[in-house]
């Protein structure tokens, strides 16, 4: 089963349905799209899908529950499983007098002058009554510490109104995952993992109801201590999946100047990755290029193309491969078309094939050196790395391989792998994945 995750940041559902045959034709294995719940309709910023208004009502600038309904089936009928962004963490931050009443008087008459319409894209409920009071929320103000575990999970975002654990909240959040699953989601990925308390976590998502749901969490670190306090925990006291930040880091110190392509032999021994088994693999991730605070974080433009090579040809995790339509070029030029359309770039789909390929095949170290890495995948599969700035040329066992034709999925060149030992070529700042074409 394929089993990479095309994140269709901000996309419309009705692209995502236009696209469902290309998408499943290149090899994906599924689909993250933009959080669903009622949202700000004329709201074009991304951000104003993580500012949810009502959980009973599917509406967003990106498009509404018929919209959402049709992607379901487009993907599903190509093969594609559809994993929801969720947002549970807090509402939205909205300049009215009820301001912790949601959705709000004005709206709840807005329901009921336009009910055919709200009707269509209610997804459970009456629309009648509200759905969070005042008392539903935390009363502390925003946090100020935020390597505090205690603000972390029980302050606000940015003034965000933060959901207070109550048995009201995490009824009507169960019911709308009941809701989702019953219109197909086949997982989820919970937004701000790391600040919802743990019992939050358990009492919503780990359910009979979500049983078989791929269910993953980004809790977002940038250093070894940031993992320590809020990523570990999670890890060891939940059984979510969640994005491999560790992994993140440690390839951003391989590529550094001073950096070691050893460590990638198998960081996950070491601590510096997250198993594999629950592991979530990405080169980028939404709130890199879109947060100022993140983008120092981010890998040099070569070094993410060296680096999803690495995560499509490991044996180990659950590849996500970024596409935006490029909503972080208003604020930072360099950013156009860095990832528009990444999802079917050339060396994005070389990638696919390989990863598709050699999926579940065991992955054996043939070279290592601080500047390249060489590995085998089973018999079949080859992945050479050079973060280097000159050639390399090393030579290697055969042992294990079959002897015969290769050809890059990458770069489309043919190779003949045969005696005992073979010497291979690769260019500076450059990769390729080999599978085994006959001989």
Request: charge should be negative; include cysteine; hydrophobic fraction near 35%.
């Amino acid at each position: 089963m394929n089993d990479v995750i095309l994140h269709a940041f901000d996309w419309h559902y009705t692209d995502i349905s236009g696209n469902a045959g290309r998408i499943a034709g290149l090899g994906y294995g599924a689909v993250l799209i933009p959080p669903p719940l009622y949202s700000d309709v004329s709201g074009t910023e991304w951000w104003q899908r993580y500012q949810p208004k009502d959980y009973r009502i599917i509406r967003s600038f990106l498009g509404n529950k018929g919209d959402l309904e049709k992607m379901i089936a487009a993907l599903h009928s190509n093969g594609v499983r559809v994993y929801v962004d969720i947002v549970f963490n807090h509402m939205a931050n909205e300049d009215r007098p009820d301001r912790f009443n949601f959705p709000g008087e004005a709206e709840l008459l807005r329901y009921k002058e336009e009910r055919s319409s709200f009707e269509k894209d209610r997804l459970y409920g009456n629309l009648d009554v509200g759905l969070f009071s005042p008392w539903d929320f935390n009363p502390y103000g925003a946090i100020k510490d935020w390597l505090d575990p205690f603000q972390s999970t029980e302050y606000s975002l940015s003034g965000l109104p933060d959901l207070d654990l109550g048995q009201w909240v995490i009824e009507q959040q169960r019911r709308c995952l009941q809701e989702l699953n019953a219109m197909g989601i086949d997982g989820y990925r919970v937004d701000a993992v790391k600040h919802l308390p743990e019992a939050h976590i358990k009492g919503v998502f780990e359910t009979p109801d979500m049983a078989g749901k791929y269910l993953f969490g980004e809790a977002l670190t940038s250093n070894d201590n940031e993992e320590r306090i809020f990523l570990w925990p999670l890890f060891h006291d939940t059984g979510l999946s969640f994005y491999d930040f560790p992994l993140h880091e440690t390839l951003r110190r391989t590529f550094s100047p001073g950096g070691s392509m050893r460590e990638l032999v198998d960081p996950a021994a070491f601590g510096q990755a997250l198993p594999k088994w629950r592991a979530l693999t990405f080169g980028v991730t939404h709130d890199m290029p879109n947060n100022d605070g993140f983008r120092g974080v981010m890998l040099q433009p070569q070094d993410e193309y060296l680096t999803n090579v690495y995560l499509m040809g490991r044996d180990g995790g659950v590849p996500l491969i970024y596409s935006d339509n490029n909503q972080s070029a208003a604020n930072y030029t360099e950013d156009r078309n860095r990832w528009a359309n990444s999802w079917k770039r050339d060396d994005i789909a070389a990638m696919l094939r390989f990863h598709n390929a050699v999926h579940g095949q065991m992955q054996s170290s043939l070279y290592e050196d601080d500047g390249f890495l060489v590995f085998a995948r089973g018999e079949v599969g080859i992945v050479a790395i050079n973060k280097t700035d000159v050639w390399q040329h090393p030579a290697i066992s055969t042992e294990g391989l079959r002897l015969g034709g290769y050809r890059c999925q990458i770069h489309g060149y043919q190779m003949e792998v045969s005696g005992d030992r073979f010497t291979f070529a690769i260019p500076p700042r450059e990769a390729q994945m080999w599978l085994f074409s006959g001989g």
